[in-house]
């Protein structure tokens, strides 16, 4: 059984249109993540949600915008796609948000995102 | 303010010996968690290692180990006797509040395990 799964694993799409990243966890974890990997390889927070409430919203262009359903789910929304957001889109979750340090965050296989 | 230092972007290593990947932070928080993950080519971020900045007594995973030096500010991971398949990404994050609890990444070191 996969815990965090993703879909799509790739998207291409043209400049301008609106894409879905839908992210699905098994784990019965409260806490849930968006992060963007860059093309240089970094890392780098976009979005938390504690029991479907948003937490952390870095500063992302508001044409991001994340829903999440229920707990076990948290799907990420991008309107009106630019080049500059091709990209691997991990989704992640975690036991709680702040209940303890040590809790790892698992990541899903990642979403690459190319747009042209 | 949280910020993970990574100074080496590539590293090559002989299969069998041990190799140490560098990682520096600096926070505010009183308390947070080091980790280490492993990213192989095929893409997914694989959990190695975890150190929280009150346990007194290094982590270690196996063939892993963290080098915590808490005055230095340093959470190092040691690998011992690497393995071909150890070729990969590596990156070091911290977790606090200042992070929003999110995991807060280094720029990451390329090891290659040549044979």
């Known amino acids: 059984d996969t815990a965090v799964s993703q879909t799509p694993k790739y998207l291409v799409t043209q400049m301008g249109n609106d894409k879905s990243i839908k992210c699905e966890q098994n784990?019965?974890?409260?806490?849930m993540y968006w992060y963007k990997q860059d093309s240089k390889k970094f890392l780098k927070i976009m979005f938390s949600y504690n029991n479907k409430e948003l937490i952390i919203n870095e500063t992302v262009p508001n044409r991001f915008s994340p829903k999440s359903p229920d707990k076990a789910h948290l799907n990420l929304h991008i309107n009106s796609l630019e080049l500059g957001d091709s990209a691997v889109y991990f989704c992640?979750?975690?036991?709680?948000?702040?209940?303890?340090?040590?809790?790892?965050?698992?990541f899903g296989p990642g979403t690459r995102l190319l747009v042209l | 303010a949280q910020k993970i230092t990574q100074t080496q972007p590539g590293m090559f290593v002989q299969e069998k010996e041990a190799v140490t990947l560098d990682c520096t932070y600096d926070?505010?928080?009183?308390?947070?968690?080091l980790f280490w993950y492993k990213q192989p080519s095929s893409g997914e971020m694989i959990f190695l290692i975890y150190q929280g900045s009150y346990d007194q007594q290094n982590a270690t995973e196996g063939r892993y180990s963290l080098n915590f030096q808490k005055a230095r500010k340093s959470a190092n991971l040691v690998i011992s006797a690497s393995q071909l398949g150890d070729s990969a990404m590596y990156f070091c994050?911290?977790?606090?509040?200042?992070?929003?609890?999110?995991?807060?990444f280094g720029k990451g070191t390329s090891l290659l395990v040549t044979p």
């Open positions: 926070t505010s928080d009183p308390s947070y968690g």
């Open positions: 994050a911290m977790r606090g509040a200042n992070s929003g609890y999110a995991l807060n």
């Open positions: 784990l019965g974890h409260d806490t």
């Open positions: 992640a979750s975690s036991l709680t948000l702040a209940g303890g340090l040590s809790e790892t965050q698992y």
